[in-house]
């Protein structure tokens, strides 16, 4: 009996001495039951400390939950914490803008600017439009269950107080335009409205999303010249709606289990396993619309170079495009940030090179005086 106890002890140091170790977290609960403490739920393994303050960060989703807590709703409705759908957004506006600068100059900064703030506005107004109309399908689908309106956090009357607010604030924006792009993006109000609606109806519901997401394609120019030339705005305009056929589509690939339990369509259900080539038929139009944009606006080098990039970037996300892995689908529709700004890279460079031709030009046709 004696050696027994002594074997138990020398078992109980043993632990103990492992318990102290440097770096063991649960030592006290390991000590606890080295010496014999009961197993129940007496004694549980304390949780990691937590830090004393909040890690420094700049990530949108940082800085929507360092917000005060009664905010945060509000900003997650207008999808603070998920900026990509205001890139999308503002990008082809930033196109527009880039292709109307004067040759030889950087895009317009204050534009710029205001069109981004206009972005995040209409993309926060876009996104509580389609919450408040969508509140009930939310609530069905795992990824979208945790929405401000759908989890209850935001009332319908709140999200309905709150939309004026941001509609109110984007009018402000707006007024800062010349009239005839005041009376353009007034126009694109109805868009914004139905559009949330086209699921409920149409497979194509990603064509009413580009329709309305590039309106900026028409506005930018619009604000820098006056009003729009057909001959530049309609292909980009086109070449607009074909991209976010091809992001959305990709996009629309996460939800479709969901999406044929209750009931909505996409165009990722029409597609199907044939997406891939619909995606390519996108890309062919988009592509040959923006070359048009070159021509009609006078582009050098670099913007065709942009486009041979933009171009090797939509062949690899739709080659590598895994459409039955939504993270895959995911990393894929974010990429098309990149996208974008590689264009309007190559639209911003290709307007400087106009200089440098221009003053070519104008030595030749000097020299040719003096001669």
Same mark, same amino acid.
């Given at each position: 009996?004696?050696?027994?106890?002594?074997?138990?002890?020398?078992?109980?140091?043993?632990?103990?001495?492992?318990?102290?170790?440097?770096?063991?977290?649960?030592?006290?609960?390991?000590?606890?039951?080295?010496?014999?403490?009961?197993?129940?739920?007496?004694?549980?393994?304390?949780?990691?400390?937590?830090?004393?303050?909040?890690?420094?960060?700049?990530?949108?989703?940082?800085?929507?939950?360092?917000?005060?807590?009664?905010?945060?709703?509000?900003?997650?409705?207008?999808?603070?914490?998920?900026?990509?759908?205001?890139?999308?957004?503002?990008?082809?506006?930033?196109?527009?803008?880039?292709?109307?600068?004067?040759?030889?100059?950087?895009?317009?900064?204050?534009?710029?600017?205001?069109?981004?703030?206009?972005?995040?506005?209409?993309?926060?107004?876009?996104?509580?439009?389609?919450?408040?109309?969508?509140?009930?399908?939310?609530?069905?689908?795992?990824?979208?269950?945790?929405?401000?309106?759908?989890?209850?956090?935001?009332?319908?009357?709140?999200?309905?107080?709150?939309?004026?607010?941001?509609?109110?604030?984007?009018?402000?924006?707006?007024?800062?335009?010349?009239?005839?792009?005041?009376?353009?993006?007034?126009?694109?109000?109805?868009?914004?409205?139905?559009?949330?609606?086209?699921?409920?109806?149409?497979?194509?519901?990603?064509?009413? &999303? /580009? $329709?309305?997401?590039?309106? *900026?394609?028409? %506005? #930018?120019?619009?604000?820098?010249?006056?009003?729009? !030339?057909?001959?530049?705005?309609?292909?980009?305009?086109?070449?607009?709606?074909?991209?976010?056929?091809?992001?959305?589509?990709?996009?629309?690939?996460?939800?479709?289990?969901?999406?044929?339990?209750?009931?909505?369509?996409?165009?990722?259900?029409?597609?199907?396993?044939?997406?891939?080539?619909?995606?390519?038929?996108?890309?062919?139009?988009?592509?040959?619309?923006?070359?048009?944009?070159?021509?009609?606006?006078?582009?050098?080098?670099?913007?065709?170079?942009?486009?041979?990039?933009?171009?090797?970037?939509?062949?690899?996300?739709?080659?590598?495009?895994?459409?039955?892995?939504?993270?895959?689908?995911?990393?894929?529709?974010?990429?098309?940030?990149? &996208? /974008? $700004?590689?264009?309007?890279? *190559?639209?911003? %460079? #290709?307007?400087?090179?106009?200089?440098?031709?221009? !003053?070519?030009?104008?030595?030749?046709?000097?020299?040719?005086?003096?001669?």
């Amino acid at each position: 009996m004696l050696g027994s106890r002594t074997t138990e002890f020398a078992r109980g140091l043993r632990a103990a001495a492992l318990a102290w170790r440097p770096g063991w977290r649960g030592r006290s609960f390991a000590l606890a039951r080295a010496v014999g403490a009961p197993h129940g739920g007496d004694l549980q393994p304390p949780a990691c400390p937590e830090p004393r303050g909040r890690q420094f960060s700049l990530s949108a989703a940082a800085v929507v939950d360092s917000a005060p807590r009664p905010l945060q709703p509000y900003l997650r409705l207008m999808r603070l914490d998920k900026p990509i759908g205001t890139w999308l957004l503002y990008l082809p506006c930033t196109w527009s803008i880039g292709l109307a600068a004067e040759p030889g100059c950087f895009p317009d900064w204050y534009m710029l600017s205001l069109f981004g703030t206009g972005a995040i506005l209409m993309r926060g107004a876009g996104c509580t439009i389609n919450d408040m109309w969508d509140q009930d399908y939310d609530k069905k689908v795992t990824r979208t269950a945790n929405r401000p309106i759908a989890a209850g956090d935001i009332s319908t009357f709140q999200s309905f107080v709150f939309l004026g607010g941001q509609l109110t604030l984007a009018l402000g924006v707006l007024l800062c335009l010349n009239y005839y792009s005041i009376v353009l993006g007034a126009s694109s109000l109805l868009l914004v409205i139905t559009y949330p609606l086209m699921k409920r109806i149409t497979y194509w519901p990603q064509l009413a &999303l /580009g $329709l309305t997401f590039n309106w *900026g394609a028409l %506005l #930018g120019w619009s604000a820098i010249k006056g009003s729009c !030339d057909p001959s530049v705005c309609l292909p980009l305009y086109f070449s607009g709606v074909m991209w976010t056929l091809i992001y959305d589509t990709i996009y629309a690939h996460q939800d479709k289990r969901d999406d044929v339990l209750i009931g909505l369509k996409s165009t990722a259900l029409r597609f199907g396993e044939n997406t891939k080539q619909w995606l390519s038929g996108f890309s062919v139009a988009m592509l040959g619309a923006l070359s048009l944009v070159g021509v009609n606006s006078g582009q050098t080098a670099p913007y065709y170079t942009a486009l041979g990039a933009v171009g090797a970037h939509l062949v690899h996300q739709i080659y590598t495009l895994d459409i039955h892995r939504p993270e895959d689908c995911w990393n894929k529709f974010i990429s098309n940030r990149t &996208l /974008g $700004l590689i264009l309007f890279l *190559g639209i911003a %460079l #290709g307007n400087l090179c106009k200089e440098k031709k221009t !003053d070519k030009t104008k030595k030749s046709i000097e020299n040719r005086i003096e001669n």
